[in-house]
C-alpha cells in the first residue's frame, strides 16, 4: 500500500458545526502532515506530527485541532470554522522527519458557509 | 514575502519538445530542493529531487539543474508529452527546519498534442 487516503473527499459545513477529517497510511511512515491549499496558491504547512507527536504548528488557529490517536491515522477537528478556512485540505507522510518526497493524499474539499 | 518563486503561471509546449519550468528562491538557507506535480482533484506527486550539493539530477525524462550562486533552479522534460500537463511545484527545503518545505506557486503546464 503506497497511497495515503483521506476521507471525505468534499465537506459542506456551516460555521457552527463540527466536523473531522480523516487521513490514513499503511507505509510505516512516522511524520505527517497536514497542509491546506487555496485556489491558486501553493499548500501551505499547518501542522507536522513526528511519531505521533505534534512537533510543528504552524501558528494555525485553534479552530482546527489535529490529533494522531496511531502511527496510521492523522485527523484534523473542525470547529466553529469562518467561511474563508474553505480551501482544499492535503494529508502527505513521509518516513521520517526530513525525508522529503512527500506522499500526498488527493484532499477533502472544505466549503464553509 | 514568498521564499519560493514560479514567475510564470502558465507554459504551453508541443509534444515531443522541451518543458522548461523554472524556480527562484530567496532564502540562502534552502538546500534541498523538490518539484511535485498535480493534476486535478489529486494531491501533489513527488517528482524529482535535488541537494545543495549538486548542480544536476536526472531521472529518465526529467532533470532538474540548480544553479547556488543566483539562487535558480530549472525542472526540464524531454520530450514533452500530453500526460505531462499538470501544475508543477517547486518546493524548498532548509537546515533549520527540514520539516517545513515551503512551496512555490506552481506553473501550470499544457503538452498540446
Known amino acids: 500500500d503506497t497511497e495515503v487516503t483521506q476521507t471525505p473527499k468534499h465537506l459542506v459545513m456551516g460555521m457552527t458545526n463540527k466536523k473531522s477529517l480523516k487521513c490514513e497510511q499503511h507505509?510505516?511512515?512516522?511524520?505527517m502532515y497536514w497542509y491546506k491549499q487555496k485556489a491558486k496558491k501553493p499548500p501551505e504547512l499547518m501542522f507536522v506530527y513526528s511519531y505521533e507527536k505534534l512537533s510543528i504548528n504552524e501558528s494555525v488557529p485553534s479552530r482546527f485541532s489535529p490529533e494522531c490517536p496511531n502511527s496510521s491515522l492523522l485527523n484534523l477537528h473542525l470547529h466553529a470554522l469562518q467561511p474563508e478556512d474553505s480551501a482544499l485540505y492535503l494529508c502527505a507522510s513521509s518516513q521520517d522527519r526530513g525525508a522529503w518526497g512527500y506522499t500526498f493524499g488527493s484532499g477533502t474539499r472544505l466549503t464553509v458557509v | 514575502d514568498q521564499q519560493v518563486k514560479q514567475n510564470s503561471p502558465s507554459l504551453s509546449v508541443q509534444e515531443g519538445r522541451i518543458s522548461i519550468l523554472n524556480c527562484d528562491y530567496t532564502n540562502s538557507m534552502f538546500d534541498y530542493f523538490l518539484w511535485y506535480k498535480k493534476y486535478p482533484a489529486e494531491g501533489p506527486t513527488f517528482l524529482i529531487s535535488i541537494s545543495s550539493i549538486k548542480d544536476k539530477n536526472e531521472d529518465g525524462r526529467f532533470t532538474v539543474f540548480l544553479n547556488k550562486s543566483a539562487k535558480h533552479l530549472s525542472l526540464h522534460i524531454v520530450p514533452s508529452q500530453p500526460g505531462d500537463s499538470a501544475v508543477y511545484f517547486c518546493a524548498a527545503s532548509g537546515q533549520t527546519s527540514y520539516d517545513k518545505v515551503i512551496f512555490g506557486p506552481g506553473t501550470s503546464l499544457s503538452v498540446i498534442p
Open positions: 507505509m510505516g511512515h512516522r511524520a
